[in-house]
């Protein structure tokens, strides 16, 4: 397979933990014949820093004409800090998206039994947690008409949703579910609000062309408990944007580092994979950050390439470092590993040397 | 003190917890020389059963014309069953929260270190854990225009919210802080919002008023991420309608038992103190259900009489059963102690027997 990727290193530990990514990429590239080729380009505070501009036209080009898009972080606090910045790294990325209409947003949620001490969770609520969380990310009520009067009194914002809209990201969710555990469970508040009403309609109706996937309903406040009381429930969850930042969050923290966690957002034409942690500046350049959100991002990119072998084999890699205690500072801050090192390993693992 | 009190027993185990309460409230009224005039009346399956109508007139007049409302819970399989039931129970205590303008809601969260191994948190998470949220319970999606088009291809929900309706709850959260650890919280969404901007201005401009409490802000998704890895952070945390459902459900999770929650809806005349639990129908009438979460809502509302320490009482005779291990089958399913038992044992705790 013959394969163009876009890389974002952007800010912060950005760079050192994507690098590890390729690292391991070009291990898989390697072992099963394969050929990836990067286009390294610019986002973030970086690309502003390099050109004024946190998200330069070249940029969008590239990831257009890519395969797929793997992305570190972005964000540094020098624009953090400064209220009166007119260009702020975040709005890159913000951009990117729109540009790409990356309308999903997909969230794994596993937890490991060697890292269980590390979560605000009970073991017994962790135990055989394996699911995925699609976020609608393009819709909703963060891009509804919204709106202050002038003197202060009186603000709305207006959630909405096409059935369109519900339908292309429903149906990568339900194709998700059929190839795992073939359960759906969409998030709503369908006894309250007509787009909830509009969701479960349409979740309904597509529901007999997957009829080897369960369907069920949550409302949201229910589902806000049940990832706490019992995650091992959920294969596939599904929900709007609002709600979906909501519990993906939530969710996140249940695996007890967020070091560890990937993500990717899906559009029609393109795809891009990150890491859920941000760019962590206070780390950046000492090789001791968690390069596991992002080797995991890749693992999804291959998935997106049709490769679950190789996914599988990346995330077979993770779990062994894990399992062995080749951990980072922030997983052991006493025995740990540097973020280099933790890539060698997974690349020597699907190497073979290992 | 001489208080009118309506007293809504309901449906399920609503009459069984609340007969708990009253005799509370009577050992409180003996022991510190207060009366309490109780006026029972219908709402709910029961108040359909009897009358065909789930909130007859009659109620509204005795709790429009009483101090405060103590309430059971609501709710019956029949009626859940029956899609095509044109009364429910439900809407009998919807429309006596907007007979009454409810437009608060408020929920301690406690945790007891002799109840920590029913939490699905680890027992670290759960130390000093003492929390109440403030959700406001009149505006925003809830209640804001709403519409599906005749094609059902296009949804919308409206949020808003005006000043006042901003004010009075802030008030009232900012009042409970400065009586408690005087730290408020607002949760919002200012970064997408245009209402949460609204909300997070108001507060601002109100907080000069209350130079003893310090406010914070935090994003809801954020929130939903801290109340389970950091929940003692909290004392006073106010929200909008939907963000406190989410948030309030989560939380209630934390403590390991629904059954001995309290909440407390305050309006500008009366106010309803009512246990979080529903009905739940399978438990009535055999004296095991969990009569401490409407107990702690008599403690809630004779806190709101102003009976600070009388509430204090109840408080620790609540504590007293627990620590004692006087508590009820949802607890501790091997020994366990009858509903009327653990009401007795209170009322004796309060008159000074204990
Ligand atoms: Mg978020
Ligand atoms: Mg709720």
Redesign the interface.
């Known amino acids: 397979m013959n394969k163009k990727i876009a890389v974002i290193l952007g800010d912060g530990i950005g760079p050192e933990v994507t690098q590890q990514s390729i690292k391991v990429l070009d291990a898989v590239a390697k072992q099963y014949g394969h050929e990836f080729h990067y286009t390294e380009c610019l986002m973030g505070a970086d690309a502003i820093d390099k050109t004024g501009n946190p998200l330069p036209d070249e940029t969008i080009e590239v990831c257009l004409n890519s395969d797929a898009i793997l992305f570190g972080a972005i964000g540094h606090p020098k624009y953090d800090n400064d209220p009166n910045a007119k260009v702020r790294p975040e709005q890159g990325l913000l951009k990117l998206r729109k540009s790409l209409q990356l309308f999903a947003n997909i969230r794994p949620v596993i937890t490991y039994p060697s890292l269980q001490h590390l979560?605000?969770?009970?073991a017994k609520?962790l135990e055989e947690v394996d699911f995925i969380i699609f976020r609608e990310l393009t819709g909703g009520?963060?891009f509804?008409k919204?709106?202050?009067n002038e003197e202060?009194?009186?603000?709305?914002?207006?959630?909405?949703?096409?059935?369109?809209e519900i339908e292309r990201v429903a149906h990568l969710a339900f194709q998700y579910a059929q190839k795992r555990r073939k359960k759906l469970t969409l998030v709503d508040?369908a006894n309250?609000?007509?787009?909830s009403?509009?969701w479960r309609?349409v979740i309904q109706e597509l529901a007999p062309q997957y009829s080897d996937v369960a369907v069920d309903f949550l409302f949201?406040?229910?589902a806000?408990?049940q990832i706490?009381?019992n995650p091992k429930q959920f294969d596939v969850v599904l929900t709007e944007n609002?709600f979906g930042?909501?519990?993906?969050?939530?969710a996140?923290?249940?695996s007890g580092s967020l070091g560890l966690l990937p993500s990717a957002s899906v559009g029609n034409g393109s795809a891009l994979f990150e890491p859920i942690h941000g760019s962590y500046p206070q780390a950046a350049g000492k090789d001791i950050a968690n390069p596991l959100g992002s080797i995991l991002s890749a693992a999804m990119l291959l998935d997106h390439f049709g490769l679950n072998k190789e996914a599988q084999v990346v995330r077979e890699g993770v779990e062994w470092t894990i399992n062995n205690k080749f951990v980072t500072k922030d997983i052991d801050p006493v025995n740990f590993y540097f973020t280099s090192t933790i890539g060698d390993l997974i690349a020597d693992f699907v190497s073979n040397k290992i």
């Open positions: 979560s605000p969770l009970k609520q009520i963060y509804g919204k709106e202050t202060k009194t009186y603000a709305f914002d207006e959630c909405s949703y096409s059935r369109e508040k309250v609000l007509e787009t009403r509009l309609k949201v406040d229910n806000a408990m706490i009381v609002m930042d909501i519990i993906s969050d939530e996140s923290v249940i």
